[in-house]
């Protein structure tokens, strides 16, 4: 079991499985009303998008990946000098102080979401959005280019080359080349990469990132 990291959900749905289009329409219904309260313009997920390829070729990756890359960005974010190195096969990131600091800030969009459900919309706001009425999955509605601002932020951190904020082919290369090699920081440069192309994809297409 891991987490997936979809976008162009509507639209898969509508062509391979509309009878469940109803169930993402509902949510989508509680993140408009959420949008709303917040002074925000509504998102309107498109039913059609251009075919393209995720140049990461992921869909998700182990649910305990994320901690590890929450706990980089977090250590980004205090020291801007600061560059990641793997935990030991006995240490736990979620037992890091820092990242509960951090965390306990409620001010980043990769840290307070849910670790296994919830969405990402293509609509700028700096403050997360908490559903207090817990009618949204995940109960946090985060946004696409805060979560892709903070993913460059943290990108040095782990060796990752971002062009003027883009990773591009070259990169995304050197990548994968570290992933076949079981690179030391595998787990936070897979997670990385899939959010990263999310985001590119989200903005691309104005679709939501679901966490599913």
Request: net charge negative; charged share 30%; glycine share 6%.
């Amino acid at each position: 079991m891991g987490l997936s990291v979809s976008t162009d959900m509507l639209a898969d749905i509508i062509k391979n499985d509309p009878e469940s289009a109803d169930y993402f329409n509902a949510d989508m219904k509680v993140v408009n009303k959420l949008l709303r309260e917040n002074g925000l313009p509504e998102h309107t997920e498109p039913t059609d998008v251009p075919a393209s390829i995720r140049r990461d070729k992921m869909i998700g990756f182990p649910y305990s990946f994320l901690h590890y890359l929450r706990r980089a960005y977090a250590h980004r974010a205090r020291d801007a000098s600061w560059m990641a190195s793997p935990l030991g096969a006995d240490e736990d990131p979620g037992d890091d102080p820092l990242l509960d600091e951090v965390m306990m800030e409620f001010e980043s969009h990769l840290l307070c979401h849910s670790d296994a459900e919830g969405y990402y919309v293509p609509i700028e706001f700096v403050d997360v959005i908490f559903d207090d009425q817990q009618e949204l999955a995940g109960g946090m509605l985060g946004s696409t280019h805060m979560l892709k601002k903070e993913l460059q932020l943290v990108a040095p951190a782990l060796g990752i080359t971002l062009q003027e904020g883009e990773l591009t082919d070259v990169e995304v290369a050197k990548i994968d080349a570290r992933i076949d090699d079981e690179d030391d920081l595998e787990r936070e440069i897979i997670t990385w990469v899939c959010l990263f192309e999310a985001c590119n994809e989200s903005l691309k297409h104005g679709t939501a990132i679901c966490f599913t």
